[in-house]
């Protein structure tokens, strides 16, 4: 397995947790957790029952108004999500074959198809960084969406070098 792979691979393993992750939220969703952050807790039978129902409203709230990779629902969205699973898919197939001992393949193969799949993905990522979901004005972008970029960023790069390795190495073998 290629440096190339390993890195592919951490980008994949990293993208799946970034996709559970808030990736926008609202401006409603964001006052909403700043209400719960705010409000008390207080344990016992009787105290502080209007800051507990305050809390948990608080909280419903905001998850309501958060959206991560699998809740986003607009078709773009839905595009990112697909892009985003085929390149974790190929990544991980390519650095597990390849740690295997599965012998370089010539052409695209999986690592250039991870490759492509993550550049189309990241591009989408971004252009949804800048045209979020809903209004702009009333949507706000968390931490999910960039850690998303880089990622994929991981998964393309990654890739787009084991490739090249493996494209050196067929060459080699074949001048043999």
Excluded: C
């Amino acid at each position: 397995m290629r440096r190339g792979h390993a890195i592919a691979l951490a980008g994949a393993l990293l993208l799946l947790l970034v996709m559970a992750m808030d990736w926008y939220s609202t401006a409603t969703g964001d006052e909403a957790r700043r209400i719960e952050s705010i409000t008390d807790n207080p344990s016992g039978a009787e105290a502080g029952e209007i800051d507990r129902r305050l809390n948990e409203d608080a909280r419903e709230i905001a998850e309501d108004e958060e959206k991560n990779a699998w809740q986003a629902d607009a078709l773009i969205d839905r595009i990112i999500l697909i892009l985003m699973l085929l390149a974790i898919v190929f990544a991980v197939l390519t650095a597990i074959t390849r740690a295997a001992g599965a012998k370089a393949t010539k052409g695209v193969g999986p690592a250039g198809a991870a490759a492509i799949f993550a550049a189309a993905a990241a591009a989408l990522v971004a252009y949804r960084i800048i045209q979020e979901p809903g209004l702009d004005s009333a949507t706000n972008v968390k931490a999910g969406a960039p850690l998303a970029l880089l990622g994929l960023a991981m998964i393309a790069l990654g890739s787009s070098s084991a490739l090249r390795a493996d494209d050196k190495e067929t060459a080699d073998a074949g001048t043999d």
